[in-house]
Antibody, heavy 121, light 110 residues
Framework: QVRLVESGGGVVQPGGSLRLSCEAS????????MDWVRQAPGKGLEWVAF????????YYADSVKGRFTISRDNSKNTLWLQMNSLRADDTAVYYC??????????????WGQGTLVTVSS | QSVLTQPPSVSAAPGQRVTISCSGS????????VSWYQQFPGTAPKLLIY???QRPSGIPDRFSGSKSGTSATLGITGLQTGDEADYYC???????????FGGGTKLTVL
């Protein structure tokens, strides 16, 4: 079955950096687009970023553009989210998900359990 | 403020039917597929409906989706207390070139 396991969350100071990882198994990772979605405490879902199945198409929410970078290694079945210049409003649970769309967001078929990022001094 | 507009809450009695609306524009719902997600407190969301009206395997036919113009609707029949959750619509916005979600709707089964 599909398994997505996020890691790398934690507490970081404002202005700091963090790299999230998502290890995928149980499906043909290299044929799926992948997304990061976040959820601030007590708030709704916020789409963060998408990467196409081959890694060339990348899209970002305006709130993270220029600060976050999504990447993938299909040989390792792994997705990453490099987060720089972190701010307090980036505090959230970050989920990775596989996407039914190969070139842009279409639907999020399966989700990981999430990893909590807390930005605080 | 979300690009897609959902009612913050809906409620109905067990066994009844409820609908949750999701309103957008031509650049998102009007020209792209809509998906719906169910989320219980403290857990990851789960895909309920994709391509406007398709159910993934394992999703009961009590859940249905539809789209008309720039709006989409999630319907749930035969409500059960176990359906109490938050529900989100999502789609691609071709003008913004971003994914977008509704603000979420909390379903209460009275």
């Amino acid at each position: 079955q599909v398994r997505l396991v996020e890691s790398g969350g934690g507490v970081v100071q404002p202005g700091g950096s963090l790299r999230l990882s998502c290890e995928a198994s149980g499906f043909a990772f290299s044929t799926y687009g992948m997304d990061w979605v976040r959820q601030a405490p007590g708030k709704g879902l916020e789409w963060v970023a998408f990467i196409g199945y081959h890694g060339d198409n990348k899209y970002y929410a305006d709130s993270v553009k220029g600060r976050f970078t999504i990447s993938r290694d299909n040989s390792k079945n792994t997705l990453w989210l490099q987060m720089n210049s972190l701010r307090a409003d980036d505090t959230a649970v970050y989920y990775c998900a596989n996407d039914g769309g190969r070139l842009w967001f279409k639907q999020l078929d399966s989700w990981g359990q999430g990893t909590l990022v807390t930005v605080s001094s | 403020q979300s690009v897609l507009t959902q009612p913050p809450s809906v409620s109905a009695a067990p066994g009844q039917r409820v609908t949750i609306s999701c309103s957008g524009s031509n650049s998102n719902i009007g020209n792209n597929y809509v998906s719906w997600y169910q989320q219980f407190p403290g857990t990851a969301p789960k895909l309920l409906i994709y391509e406007n009206d398709q159910r993934p395997s394992g999703i009961p036919d009590r859940f249905s989706g539809s789209k008309s113009g720039t709006s989409a609707t999630l319907g749930i029949t035969g409500l059960q207390t176990g359906d109490e959750a938050d529900y989100y619509c999502g789609t691609w916005d071709s003008r913004l070139t971003t994914g977008v979600f509704g603000g979420g709707t909390k379903l209460t089964v009275l």
